[in-house]
């Protein structure tokens, strides 16, 4: 028996994004907030550097402006980039009122700086400003009586009506599995804001929580909306290198407080590629990184802030201070072992202004959307703060819309009359870890066309095998994620072919100049009818 939810909006996705657009329209709307697991199943709570505002005077909105574009590499929509910065101190404001405390000294916040940035600027809560934030946004959430937050579901793919008749191309809600019951449910809504962060677990080396697997990405796509930019992923340049280290950031603002890149050997090397040394932007640094260790077959490269005072260091950084040395790495005596790690996804469900995406009913908010904020690369800490931006706009216009008429319409149950339970769950494991590790070698920091085809030639086989296994097999949620990664690999792959140059974070041996004119790719869901492998539903 299927279980039927219905509720105003339905928000998949409980990190900055999801969080905050539930806060947004609460007031108005009965709200569902779904999420795979807790808060730390979110990028939001493992964000350390801060969020980017213009909030000292002698900094200006301008210079916020100029270095989005700067770091955008000309693919940055100008009006989007204006719109979000004039923003941020409304955002700021807004999550302060909400009781984030963000750490100031005499009445100033204080602000730290990170690459590319002109100024400081970054507002930060210590180094664990996204804990902060999603603290006291779900706190907020439990309080009102007019959300309701849940848990253990992953949304498995969103309803179009258009599906089911003729007459309405609407988004209606989605199917989810329960985790906790291994049921498949229906939730039936108004409207719908996909909040699913990134798709960066495509990558074998990710700083990002197990959760990112662009879930949102390929369900809107399925859906059929229209997917920009997923050949600019951003790598992070510094993760913490250790065997017992799952995916924990060594944040920019540590080298934004003076920490200094080394080679195993103890020399910089920053100065033979950017002028800017080590607050260069993450691409270069990254690519900078990865040509030193392949040039020296070296398993990682160091960071060394241990000049700085022990007593500022551990003041400012105590939770990577404590990790580290939790793993037996004293950093205010000695550098920290780093390595690059897929960190961002720059693409992704294109939207306007207001998280519209081309299906009406379909809102995407945050770093599954791609709302022409990043362009080619996205600059440190303005990822927040789009996630609060957007999630505002995107509640004001659904509370504008909450009483236009809806096209009624049933919507038929999950069928699972013709499958059965797995027998060898062994496939997907497989396949899971045969995914990441040819993403990383073949579509990771330095790309070429031969490489990228060779991708796309397993990314062929493995779509048939999934499909095969998803049309036969109960749906668990190590299957949808992986269903969910190969079409994102897909979309990635297709999009860094299809870019015949280099431009920020897409860097192509090939190809290692800039065409003089930018543009942005653009999938349309036309060539969906390979990937769009939606168990049938029957009523
Ligand atoms: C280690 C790290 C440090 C960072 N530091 C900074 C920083 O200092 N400043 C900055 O601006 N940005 C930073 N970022 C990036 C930033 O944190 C993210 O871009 C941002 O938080 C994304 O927020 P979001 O709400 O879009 O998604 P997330 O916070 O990732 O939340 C996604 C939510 O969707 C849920 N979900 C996903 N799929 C499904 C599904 N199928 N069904 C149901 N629920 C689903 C997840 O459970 C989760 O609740 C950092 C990222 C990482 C990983």
Known sequence: MTQRFSTDVLI???G????SAALHLAAHARVTVLCKDGMDAASSTWAQGGIAAV???SDSLQ??????LDAGAGLCDPDIVRFTVENAAAAIEELVRLGVQFDAESNHYHLTREGGHSFRRVLHVADATGRA?????TERVLDHPNIDLLPDRVAIDLINLSKFTRHANRCAGAYVLNRSTGHVEVFQARFVILATGG??????????PDSSTGDGIAMAWRAGCRIANMEFNQFHPTCLYHPHAKSFLISEAVRGEGGLLLLPDGDRFMQRFDSRLELAPRDIVARAIDHEMKRLGADCVYLDISHRPKSFIEAHFPTIASRCFELGIDMTREPIPVVPAAHYTCGGVLVDRYGLTDLPGLY??????CTGLHGANRLASNSLLECLVFARSAATQVRERLHDPMPEVAVPKWDESQVTDSDEDVVIAHNWDELRRFMWDYVGIVRTDKRLQRAQRRLDLLRQEIHEYYSHYRVS?????????VHVAELIVRSALSRQESRGLHFNLDHPESLARAEDTILFPGFSDRLDVLRPVAS
């Not at 900055?16 to 969080?19: I, Y």
């Not at 934030?133 to 946004?137: A, N, Q, V, Y």
């Not at 798709?199 to 990002?208: G, P």
């Not at 995407?364 to 959307?369: L, M, N, Q």
């Open 12 to 14: 998949i996705g409980g």
């Open 16 to 19: 900055a994004a999801g969080l």
């Open 55 to 57: 909030t000292d005077p």
């Open 63 to 68: 210079s916020h402006v100029a270095d989005t």
């Open 133 to 137: 934030i999603i603290e006291t946004l």
């Open 199 to 208: 798709a960066s677990k495509v990558y074998l080396y990710t700083s990002n």
């Open 364 to 369: 995407a908010i945050g770093e599954v959307s």
């Open 477 to 485: 949620n190590d299957l949808i994620e992986l269903r969910n990664l």
